[in-house]
């Protein structure tokens, strides 16, 4: 059987998210705002879902129509609900709308009465509600006065890769964007350094790419899992298939930080991936930090919005340019940091620069070559 499906990614990305699935396969991807359109059958809902770098959600389109208000809840009423769940579940509604004057809690409200009285009329019992973990997410995606409804394969987003330990970093870096942020970069096989770490996402986003380890291979929570029809032997042989596809290369990686949790955040997440012999990672001050030479350098330092430095930041980078210049000869730098003017302060001729959106703050990717 095959599906209508869409995989949502940060906008401006479509293109590494379109070819990744070009890579898994997936034949005739076509890039939209916001994400890719393609159609898939159940080991590719499995596969994406285990292995994406860049999607945020994968979802299977169930039905589209005209959106009127009024008539909203008759047609969500006529949707044979029960091919996707049963009452014995639970569900949760999520819209999104680019209408502003729109009310989304409102309209998911119908949603949910509409899902709710259909079963109630048909099998006398309704379906819960369960907002924090359903067992089928809906999405309803309205624009131009046009609704489609999905529902959600992923359930926790797919930057949650779940390599993590239970400790949680005080300003983490969203997986996806970290993924993205890597692809952006040029690594020809160098070690890669990050001298202020922190719990790790961009070394171990790079490891992961560099040695084809698949995003959410450490990952057995998904909502797919949840369907009618879910096949645990096909879903265990894509996992066998991927994990057969990991590469044995002598890449090294090397992580510092000040901080001692941090520190330890990463030795978990390296320990659960199997890439302890790619990763080195220790305790040192950023300022002590002396690479080898024509090695990349990737980091992403605090900058006063969740983390304080402290002290001026036009004063900060200005440290940061000089133990650059001191220290990292014949080097590849990427500096991932908010847009700010402080950044002339490194004193070092950027030669690219890509923008990003990280929440709400605008931010840049900057290559220096010292």
Same mark, same amino acid.
């Given at each position: ?45 499995? !596969? ?61 409200? %119908? ?158 997440? %390296? ?37 304080? %430095?402290? !002290? ?59």
């Amino acid at each position: 059987m095959k599906y209508t499906l869409f995989l949502s990614c940060i906008r401006g990305f479509e293109e590494y998210c379109k070819q990744e699935l070009k890579d898994l396969g997936i034949e005739e991807p076509i890039s939209v705002d916001g994400g890719i359109q393609f159609n898939g059958d159940l080991s590719d809902i499995y !596969k994406i879902n285990c292995s994406s770098r860049y999607g945020m959600y994968l979802y299977s389109e169930i039905a589209e129509f005209s959106f009127d208000e009024k008539k909203l809840y008759n047609d969500i009423y006529n949707i044979s609900w029960d091919k996707y769940l049963n009452n014995i579940h639970s569900f949760a509604i999520k819209v999104n709308s680019t209408d502003r004057r729109l009310n989304s809690q409102y309209t998911a409200l %119908v949603i949910k009465d509409g899902i709710a009285d259909y079963f109630t009329k048909n099998y006398g019992r309704r379906p819960n509600v369960d907002k924090r973990n359903p067992d089928i997410p809906i999405y309803a995606y309205i624009h131009n006065n046009h609704i489609k409804l999905y529902i959600d394969t992923s359930g926790a987003p797919l930057y949650k890769r779940g390599y993590r330990t239970n400790d949680i970093h005080e300003a983490p870096l969203n997986e996806v964007l970290a993924a993205n942020i890597i692809s952006s970069m040029t690594l020809d096989n160098q070690m890669l350094y990050d001298p202020m770490c922190g719990s790790g996402t961009l070394l171990i986003e790079a490891a992961m790419k560099s040695l084809n380890v698949p995003a959410q291979i450490c990952r057995d929570n998904f909502a797919f899992m949840n369907w009618f029809n879910y096949d645990p032997e096909l879903y265990d042989k894509t996992k066998r298939e991927l994990r057969d596809s990991i590469l044995n290369k002598d890449i090294l990686f090397c992580g510092s930080d000040t901080d001692e949790a941090s520190l330890k955040m990463i030795s978990g997440s %390296v320990s659960n991936l199997n890439l302890e012999k790619n990763f080195t990672v220790r305790r040192r001050n950023f300022y002590e930090f002396i690479p080898k030479s024509n090695s990349a350098i990737v980091f992403n330092p605090p900058y006063d919005i969740r983390i304080a %430095v402290n !002290k001026d930041l036009d004063q900060f980078y200005e440290k940061i340019g000089n133990k650059l210049k001191e220290n990292c000869s014949d080097s590849t730098v990427f500096i991932f940091t908010i847009d700010t003017s402080s950044l002339e302060y490194i004193d070092i001729p950027c030669i690219k620069s890509i923008k990003f959106k990280n929440g709400n703050l605008n931010c840049l990717l900057n290559k220096y070559k010292i």
